[in-house]
T-cell receptor, first 115, second 116 residues
Framework: AQKITQTQPGMFVQEKEAVTLDCTYDTSDQSYGLFWYKQPSSGEMIFLIYQGSYDEQNATEGRYSLNFQKARKSANLVISASQLGDSAMYFC????????????FGTGTQLKVEL | GAVVSQHPSRVICKSGTSVKIECRSL??????MFWYRQFPKQSLMLMATSNEGSKATYEQGVEKDKFLINHASLTLSTLTVTSAHPEDSSFYIC????????????FGPGTRLTVL
């Protein structure tokens, strides 16, 4: 079984600052994928970034980077230069292997970007 | 990029009626689709895996006779909530895995179901 833990129910960040959203996971699988999704108030799930368990380098996508520490089983999301539009719920998720498998989600972190 | 659509986006129905939700992959084929349910201020919980050409696989605790899933083609899966009750009111969202070189799933915009 897989488990995702997000310990920050809510976070505040000033515009243009960087923010780190925490995610830890637990799995007995040797191979797995880690994902971050953004869910604005409209409800849609927006894919942000993916990290494979065998990827040696941390994934980056524009202002998003994933700080992957395999030994600590953590996959924190770093958002640089926060924008007002980044205010949303953020979910960490994992799948056994490759994205085609079903996702297990964490409880989410509500991020609010302030002026 | 890959696009997944859902219809309807919002539905209000009376208790006891059935509601059908469609999930379509618009520019790619999906032999597998996933259906999730999200209650207010909670996370997404997987309900079932929809498989084209075969029966759906349901997660533990999900009533397969209540939540009927049909994967009619490589681009369409439907979820029918039969005899809906107020406790079925939720946000239903589908996803389809994108195999075009990026390991992820793309989600539909979701359907907000309210049962009166």
């Amino acid at each position: 079984a897989q488990k995702i833990t997000q310990t920050q129910p809510g976070m505040f960040v000033q515009e243009k600052e960087a923010v780190t959203l925490d995610c830890t996971y637990d799995t007995s699988d040797q191979s797995y994928g880690l994902f971050w999704y953004k869910q604005p108030s409209s409800g849609e799930m927006i894919f942000l970034i993916y990290q494979g368990s065998y990827d040696e380098q941390n994934a980056t996508e524009g202002r998003y980077s994933l700080n992957f520490q395999k030994a600590r089983k953590s996959a924190n999301l770093v958002i640089s230069a926060s924008q007002l539009g980044d205010s949303a719920m953020y979910f960490c998720a994992m799948s056994p292997w490759r994205g085609g498998n079903k996702l297990t989600f964490g409880t989410g972190t509500q991020l609010k970007v302030e002026l | 990029g890959a696009v997944v659509s859902q219809h309807p986006s919002r539905v209000i129905c009376k208790s006891g009626t059935s509601v059908k939700i469609e999930c379509r992959s618009l520019d790619f084929q999906a032999t597998t689709m996933f259906w999730y349910r999200q209650f207010p201020k909670q996370s997404l919980m997987l309900m079932a895996t929809s498989n084209e050409g075969s029966k759906a696989t349901y997660e533990q605790g999900v009533e397969k006779d209540k939540f009927l899933i049909n994967h009619a083609s490589l681009t369409l899966s439907t979820l029918t909530v039969t005899s809906a009750h107020p406790e079925d009111s939720s946000f239903y969202i589908c996803s389809a895995p994108w195999t075009g070189g990026l390991d992820t799933q793309y989600f539909g915009p979701g359907t907000r179901l309210t049962v009166l």
